[in-house]
């Protein structure tokens, strides 16, 4: 049996074109460490080896499989994967097609109706596994459980129970990737970058964010010798650097056990890798002393999403985060030299002209006060989120082109022009660096011990020609993106909008029960 894990390549507007970054695809190496004990694996990256269509495929047909599996974790591998498969199967080439991760998880009826045979809904190691068993057995797999099929017109679904225990998970394929490709070029060079997760979920519920849908409101962690495991394997492979993939790296309840993971990794010595992670800001506030124990432990890049400069806002997100909190967080990073990410969300339908503007008078402070990285993106609902079942009930998505659904265009009608969204996020994530890299800079480059900002930098001011182009070039295409928006052919009809307000419908009352009653019994057993 062969199998081949692809992750396409959707263009250049990700963080590989922006950054010179791209990590491995955690998905698809998770899949991989689930089948390679039965099966012949390959996984294609097209993504970070920058493939083309057509290489892809040849790629893809050079190795003969008898499955192939597409990740959809964005939605904007939705695309490119359905086009490859079609040219697949018009060139004769037709080996069983498997979906999976967030975005087909939520609007598998669609993916179905492109001619894919099937859909894995959730988690998928242990569904994955299940489906190559009964392959290579010549078994039926559709009576496996968590995957979604057509039969004739019909669309089947089955949901399959949460992983309980994540250390029963195989340590995901890292060896059958080569390190050299995952890199960072703003950090540096010879920088070899492998995904890792600790935990599983969130417990915070932000309306913008499928994560809750898609994992349930547990947040599920493996034992910090798992984790320690799994870094020390990525380290003999030749990784230097660490995304922890988390989307908490620490929860309030799991705090004890957040430092004692820490203090592993310092008595490991595996500190000598450098980490990003992603965190809230209002747990580094609360627990200052956690910002010198993560710079100890190695990490380098903190992430945090700071959404908003408008209380009003943040309160409409549930996001459940204040200002000063995210002012003291990047203070406390940046006095232990931890680099400092912002994201922020502009454009939500219940934003004022006079919130946005509050939300870059306040990402210019929070620049003079630390924060070294924004990211300016667009609000985009998201399959499996509050805000896209919102958006279908309220008839305020322009589109379903899944292109455009990268938070960097404006799908949705708002109060606020399409062309000024575009315009303002990208205008303004320029003028934070014009101003923040290149005047302010130096004085942190020059104490900090090793130099990522100094590379940082160099980075930018290399590329400044290119940023100089795009900014006089912005004015005309905002307003042709706002074009191409409002002119899409792929708008959303009342029979699809049904559909998918169906499968969230399905997902709430059927999957997340059962997730939580599979969880708290878990717990309840451990106990």
């Known amino acids: 049996m062969k199998i081949v894990l692809v992750r396409t390549n959707p263009g250049e507007s990700g963080y590989a074109s922006a950054y010179g970054y791209i990590a491995p695809s955690l998905g698809l190496v998770s899949l991989a460490g689930a089948v390679k004990d039965i099966a012949e694996v390959k996984i294609i990256d097209a993504e970070a080896k920058n493939l083309t269509e057509e290489e892809t495929i ?26 490859i498969v079609r040219k697949m199967k018009e060139r004769g080439i037709n080996p069983i097609i498997v979906f999976g991760g967030h975005h087909a998880t939520f609007t598998y009826p669609l993916i179905l109706r ?67 490709v995952y890199k960072a ?22 309306e913008f964010c499928s994560a809750s849908a ?20 990525v380290k003999n492979l030749g990784y230097n650097w660490v995304f922890f993939v988390d989307d908490n790296f620490v929860v309030p309840y799991k705090y004890e056990e957040r430092i004692e993971l820490l203090n592993s990794i310092i008595e490991e010595g595996l500190n000598e890798m450098n980490y990003m992670i992603q965190i809230r800001a209002d747990i580094i506030a609360k627990h200052p002393e956690l910002a010198e124990k993560l710079a100890e432990a190695g990490v380098k890049i903190a992430f945090m999403g700071i959404e908003s400069g408008s209380e009003g806002v943040l309160k409409a997100m549930r996001k ?34 006079k919130d946005r503007k509050a939300t870059y008078k306040f990402v210019q402070m929070l620049g ?39 938070v960097l265009h404006p799908i949705m009608r708002v109060k606020e022009k399409l062309w000024r969204l575009y315009f303002e996020s990208r205008e303004k994530t320029y003028m934070f660096y014009f101003k923040k890299w290149l005047h302010n800079i130096e004085g942190k480059a020059e104490k900090y011990s090793k130099p990522i900002l100094s590379t940082g930098k160099r980075y930018v001011l290399h590329r400044i020609p290119h940023y100089l182009k795009n900014f006089l070039k912005l004015p005309v295409e905002s307003f042709l993106v706002q074009r191409r928006i409002l002119n ?36 309840h057993t451990k106990s």
């Open 368 to 406: 003079d006060h630390g924060l070294d990285v924004v990211q300016i993106s667009i609000y985009t609902p998201l399959p499996g989120s509050d805000s896209f079942y919102r958006a279908l009930k309220n008839r305020a998505l322009l589109t379903i082109d899944w292109d455009l659904y990268d």
């Open 488 to 523: 899409s052919a792929k708008k959303l009809d009342d029979y699809t909008i049904k559909i998918l307000e169906e499968v969230y419908t399905r997902h709430l009352t059927s999957y997340l029960k059962m997730f939580h009653e599979v969880i708290n019994q878990g717990k």
């Open 320 to 353: 459940g985060l204040k200002k000063n909190d995210t002012l003291k967080a990047i203070q406390l990073l940046s006095e232990q030299e931890i680099i400092t990410y912002g994201g922020v969300i502009i454009g939500a339908p219940y934003e004022s002209r």
């Open 214 to 233: 898609m994992w349930g409101h547990a947040w599920r962690f493996k034992s910090n010798e798992r984790v320690v495991d799994e870094l020390k394997f």
């Open 58 to 83: 040849e790629e893809i047909a050079t190795f003969n499989p008898d499955v192939v599996g597409f990740t959809t974790i964005a939605s904007t591998y939705v695309n490119p994967s359905i086009m």
């Open 185 to 206: 070029s703003i950090v540096g060079k010879n920088v070899r970058i492998a995904s890792i997760e600790t935990s599983r979920g969130c417990p915070y519920n932000c």
């Open 114 to 180: 492109e001619g894919i045979d099937f859909v894995v809904i959730g988690e998928g190691e242990q569904t994955f596994r299940e489906i190559i068993e009964r392959l290579k057995e010549g078994k039926d797999i559709r009576s496996v459980r968590g995957i979604a099929y057509r039969d004739g017109q019909k669309v089947n679904v089955s949901y399959r129970e949460p992983i309980v225990n994540l250390d029963n998970l195989p340590i995901p394929a890292y060896d059958l990737l080569d390190p050299d």
